[in-house]
């Protein structure tokens, strides 16, 4: 974890900070997590019913949710009702994580002595500001003006080029990260409540694969509640927008400037043209062709070849172009 967890809290100072009811609140809760990654002790939530076959197998002991979707829950975790289950969640994880709903800078960089003691396999370039307790392996290169902040993980073997920011992010081996990129900053996650912009606290991390090539100028957003994947050997062109909670999966190539919003899943070789956009919560399967400039809406199964806003299969989309 890159966020401190401020609890254990109460049930019932959860209670008291959001408008929930539906059980008993003299337990206590530890952590917030996602429905498919809590435990017994943690409190999750759901608000988008295209997760309901996520309720029936969650470990979570709590859930934030709408009274309909209880039914759906296992016995283990205990329902919370709630009109806005976001809203309450949003509440509840700023009590957690504070410090995630911002982009800190660390205060304590390693000197250029320090850095040569203290990695000594590794090449520098000039003005490199890397935080004292990042790991990075054996034979990588670290370009000018570059910004490792705390905790990341760097593997064997990696480049990475001028002007690149790194925060909460673990990087695999064999991998480029090229020049300008930003990656396991803050995603665009905002809610208004009560006629106020609240900044959804993001305490996922980014997961950057093996053998995977990060082209100039990307940007990868840290999850929210669950991590953003990049699969081994995969490619990301110049100016590629990778958003909270999305994975992609392996052998994946995504050309210039493509755009992926949030909570979308991806599968294994997935090829994607240039200036293409795909719309959030989706599912793209295995073998899946998008064509340049197209607009995905919805999910798309495997070995399936699409063009076109909205996106349909490359037959239709010559068919249509033909009238």
Do not use: W
């Amino acid at each position: 974890m890159f966020f401190e967890n401020k609890g254990p809290f109460k049930l019932s100072y959860i209670k008291s900070k959001c408008a929930i009811s539906g059980i008993n609140f003299d337990g206590k809760v530890n952590d917030i997590k996602g429905l498919n990654n809590a435990k017994k002790n943690d409190i999750s939530f759901l608000d988008n019913s295209k997760y309901i076959k996520s309720l029936h197998s969650t470990s979570a002991g709590y859930c934030v949710l709408k009274e309909k979707h209880a039914k759906h829950l296992p016995s283990t975790c205990k329902p919370i009702i709630s009109q806005s289950p976001l809203n309450d969640f949003i509440k509840i994880s700023i009590l957690f994580y504070p410090d995630a709903r911002y982009d800190k800078h660390s205060n304590l960089y390693l000197s250029k002595g320090q850095l040569k003691k203290k990695y000594k396999k590794v090449k520098f370039g000039n003005n490199v500001h890397i935080s004292k307790n990042v790991i990075i392996g054996h034979n990588t290169t670290i370009g000018n003006n570059v910004i490792i902040e705390n905790g990341c993980n760097i593997g064997n073997n990696v480049i990475i080029s001028s002007n690149v920011v790194i925060k909460n992010t673990h990087v695999g081996n064999n991998s480029i990260i090229s020049f300008g990129c930003v990656l396991g900053k803050i995603g665009f996650g905002y809610k208004l409540i009560n006629n106020k912009i609240e900044i959804i606290p993001h305490i996922g991390q980014v997961i950057v694969g093996n053998n995977c090539n990060i082209g100039s100028y990307c940007v990868i957003d840290r999850g929210s509640f669950s991590n953003t994947k990049i699969g081994n050997n995969t490619s990301l062109d110049n100016h590629v927008h990778i958003a909270h909670n999305t994975e992609i999966g392996e052998n994946c190539f995504i050309a210039g400037q493509v755009g992926i919003a949030g909570s979308t899943i991806i599968g294994n070789n997935v090829m994607i043209g240039g200036q293409a956009g795909v719309s959030g919560h989706l599912k793209i399967g295995n073998n899946v062709k998008i064509g340049g400039k197209s607009g995905v809406v919805k999910d798309i199964n495997d070995n399936q070849s699409v063009m076109g806003y909205p996106a349909v299969s490359i037959k239709d989309f010559l068919r249509n172009d033909k009238k």
